[in-house]
T-cell receptor, first 109, second 118 residues
Framework: GQNIDQPTEMTATEGAIVQINCTYQTSGFNGLFWYQQHAGEAPTFLSYNVLDGLEEKGRFSSFLSRSKGYSYLLLKELQMKDSASYLCVTMDSNYQLIWGAGTKLIIKP | GAVVSQHPSRVICKSGTSVKIECRSLDFQATTMFWYRQFPKKSLMLMATSNEGSKATYEQGVEKDKFLINHASLTLSTLTVTSAHPEDSSFYIC??????????????FGEGSRLTVL
């Protein structure tokens, strides 16, 4: 079957670094997305990985290992506004999106 | 600025009435639009996929006659919740894909619509 696992909740300190892990099982693979979603708002695109390796974009980086069915989102220099849910999303061979339940990230001063 | 606009952002209606939510792609042609529903503290649930000019493809468990989706043009899709009931109260979000972002497969999301049925 198709499945995405990511932690339900994480807590980190302002200015620190946090890594949100995601493991997945899909029928075929056409890429993995990370989205940020603040409560009551629509998701915002953060990153897209389709090849193995690390993609860096400012304070955010995303890593993919297709052989391990594993990805992580790395957030550096955490700010209070980074408090949000982070959604791991995969695209299968039929270009269907499979959404993880999201990781709620709580940033403390 | 926003590339997908969703309207209204909030709507309150009486039980038994119908509500229409619009989703517009502002600066690109959206060949495919998706409608999602999100329950509190839950992830997005795909309701249906619509391609311009053809009937929407509904996910299992989603009532076609209750959630009417129309994608009549490359820039507009509508979701109509017919004979709304309190259990239909939710956060509905549309997203679009098209020529923009095709290299990354990125989806562009509307701002979402909060529906409350009294």
């Amino acid at each position: 079957g198709q499945n995405i696992d990511q932690p339900t909740e994480m807590t980190a300190t302002e200015g620190a670094i946090v890594q949100i892990n995601c493991t997945y099982q899909t029928s075929g693979f056409n890429g993995l997305f990370w989205y940020q979603q603040h409560a009551g708002e629509a998701p915002t695109f953060l990153s897209y990985n389709v090849l193995d390796g690390l993609e860096e974009k400012g304070r955010f980086s995303s890593f993919l290992s297709r052989s391990k069915g594993y990805s992580y989102l790395l957030l550096k220099e955490l700010q209070m506004k980074d408090s949000a849910s982070y959604l791991c999303v995969t695209m299968d061979s039929n270009y269907q999106l499979i959404w993880g339940a999201g990781t709620k990230l709580i940033i403390k001063p | 600025g926003a590339v997908v606009s969703q309207h209204p952002s909030r709507v309150i209606c009486k039980s038994g009435t119908s509500v229409k939510i619009e989703c517009r792609s502002l600066d690109f042609q959206a060949t495919t639009m998706f409608w999602y529903r999100q329950f509190p503290k839950k992830s997005l649930m795909l309701m249906a996929t619509s391609n311009e000019g053809s009937k929407a493809t509904y996910e299992q468990g989603v009532e076609k006659d209750k959630f009417l989706i129309n994608h009549a043009s490359l820039t507009l899709s509508t979701l109509t919740v017919t004979s709304a009931h309190p259990e239909d109260s939710s956060f509905y979000i549309c997203s679009a894909s098209g020529t923009r972002g095709q290299n990354t497969g990125e989806l562009f999301f509307g701002e979402g619509s909060r529906l409350t049925v009294l």
